[in-house]
């Protein structure tokens, strides 16, 4: 007789070695098997039960999805201004380790309006009037919509909708996919403020004075709350409160669901910057040169911290560290829970943008027209990129790339540098030359090292030439194999390719067809000379 013991098999009723309790001996003829037709019904009862499964599971916001995918699917997307609904200004994306220039697009005006980006796909406004659509790998245009004035807002996107303000009063909500509106809400006044979604409303403040609470899916407003001044700071919402500064000097907790004030806290000047809220505490700056920490539950101060000038920069908050840039041309980094400096790094210009942080490190723009990458500890600078205008749009890093806007036009991306394709090389026995012709995909400068004996060792180098143009190489009558090898202006190389060369045949044929106009004046001077 069989029977089950502990997981294992045994005969003839006798136990396993290792294996003491008769209690876990099962018969396997006391186990009933399933005849044909039964699992035949149960098949179709599972598959019926993971359908039914499946319909009822919930759909995620694209920032629920950042957090509920595995590993490998996982990608930090920058779904609004500062990355999150705290505004922490953080990201767990890679960064590239150099400036790597990826790609930029062109608009017709400023860029001041920071990049929102959400599965592939970038969305950014601009001061002439459009909020674009572009593909982050490349760039390209997706689509564009026209609104009646200047973006500054920066895009939230949630569940396939865009969210952005402008400057002609209005909250527009449309397709992600296709750019077609969807609804559009009237403020009472122009919108500097960027919208955050929470649990289906949509917040931001207004030149109505007013912070706004508007439903996500129809357009209808909730509530608003009133504050004595424009608010062009961006709301942060978390823990059922919403923090959002005005130009009343003041800092607001609101009730995310009613919009009760829970309490304010005065500053000495106006607020455009937002907070961030991380640690149980409130992080943001005012035009009184003053950082301040606040407690998040009941406004209570913490610290504070007065910098060299005005302070629009809104604060980024990681690894126990608060960045913020000044008008007094510095990035600072304090101590996040008692507000020592633990390094400032100067730049060349007045700091508007407000830094973003990832992988180690702490990206910003200045008015001295450069984007800084710095490390994020130490404050060192790793590199930076001049662009043609000043660059008062925040950085946004997502799926290994670092995004920003500049005042001369355009949207810049950086990434990893991709080396240039494998040439493709032609030679030529007429008149033994080697044609060699490669594209690089960040659209670098290319140059071409040659190899006389393929033994992946270059001998010779051509000019830097643009991307995708063909170079002649004078073989100079070798015989035997060559390598040659695309190498880009920053030093990243294709693979090595072998192109077999012949010596010519000096036959007739071949010096006619390679000394043609040589032959061609000879014959004219000799028959001058009869």
């Known amino acids: 007789m069989l029977f089950v013991e502990g997981g294992k098999i045994g005969a003839g009723g006798k136990k396993h070695q290792g294996y003491a309790n008769d209690e876990y001996r099962l018969k396997v003829n006391d186990i009933r098997i399933l005849n044909k037709n039964h ?6 009862l599972l598959i019926f039960c993971v359908f039914i499964g499946m319909s009822l599971l919930p759909q995620l916001s694209p920032q629920e999805l950042n957090t509920q995918t595995s590993e490998m699917e996982y990608t930090d997307w920058w779904t609004s201004f500062h990355h999150d609904q705290r505004n922490t200004g953080q990201s767990s994306s890679p960064t590239p380790e150099q400036s790597y220039y990826h790609w930029n697009f062109t608009t017709t005006d400023k860029i001041w309006s920071s990049p929102s980006l959400v599965s592939g796909r970038l969305y950014v406004g601009s001061w002439d009037h459009y ?28 569940l396939g909708r865009v969210y952005v303000g402008s400057l002609d009063q209005r909250l527009y909500c449309l397709d992600a996919e296709s750019g077609a509106l969807i609804w559009k809400y009237s403020a009472g006044g122009s919108i500097w403020s960027s919208p955050i979604i929470v649990g289906g409303k949509v917040y931001l403040g207004s030149d109505d004075h007013n912070v706004h609470c508007i439903d996500a899916n129809s357009g209808d407003i909730i509530w608003k709350y009133s504050t004595d001044g424009n608010v062009w700071s961006s709301p942060a919402v978390t823990d059922g409160n919403v923090y959002v500064g005005s130009y009343d000097y003041k800092l ?12 304010n806290y005065s500053t000495n000047g106006s607020i455009w910057s937002s907070p961030s809220v991380a640690y149980g505490k409130v992080y943001v700056a005012s035009e009184d ?14 610290w504070k911290y007065t910098l060299g000038n005005n302070v629009y920069s809104s604060p980024a908050v990681a690894d126990g560290r608060v960045y913020v840039g000044s008008w ?45 990458c710095l490390d994020a500890f130490r404050g060192d600078k790793l590199w930076e990129y001049s662009t043609g205008g000043n660059v008062h749009s925040s950085p946004a890093v997502s799926d290994g790339k670092v995004f920003v806007g500049s005042e001369d036009n355009k949207m810049y991306c950086f990434g990893e540098n991709q080396p240039p394709d494998n040439p493709i090389v032609t030679y030529n026995k007429v008149i033994d030359d080697l044609k060699i012709k490669s594209t690089d995909p960040n659209g670098n400068q290319i140059r ?10 270059v001998d010779y180098y051509t000019e830097f030439t643009t991307s995708g143009t063909e170079l002649k190489v004078d073989c100079d009558g070798r015989d035997g194999p060559i390598g040659v090898i695309a190498e880009d202006e920053y030093g990243a190389q294709s693979q090595w390719i072998s192109q077999h060369s012949k010596k010519n045949t000096l036959t007739y044929h071949h010096i006619f067809e390679k000394y043609a106009s040589l032959f061609f004046f000879l014959r004219q001077f000799i028959q001058m000379i009869k």
């Open 39 to 44: 699992r035949k019904k149960l098949g179709v």
């Open 131 to 158: 909020l674009y659509c572009l593909d982050a790998e490349s760039g390209e245009l997706i689509w564009k919509f026209m609104t009646g004035h200047i973006i500054y807002s920066t895009p939230a996107i949630e």
């Open 252 to 263: 607001y907790c609101l009730d995310a669901e009613s919009g009760e004030q829970n309490w």
């Open 289 to 302: 040169h003053t950082i301040y920490c606040l407690d998040a539950s009941n406004g209570g101060e913490n």
């Open 328 to 372: 007094d041309n510095k990035l600072y980094c304090f101590n996040a829970e008692n507000g020592s400096v633990i390094w400032s790094f100067t730049t060349g210009g007045k700091v508007h943008s407000s830094p973003a942080v990832a992988d180690g490190k702490v990206y910003v723009g200045s008015d001295d027209h450069k984007l800084y």
């Open 448 to 457: 071409y090292g040659v190899s006389w004996d393929d033994d992946n060792k």
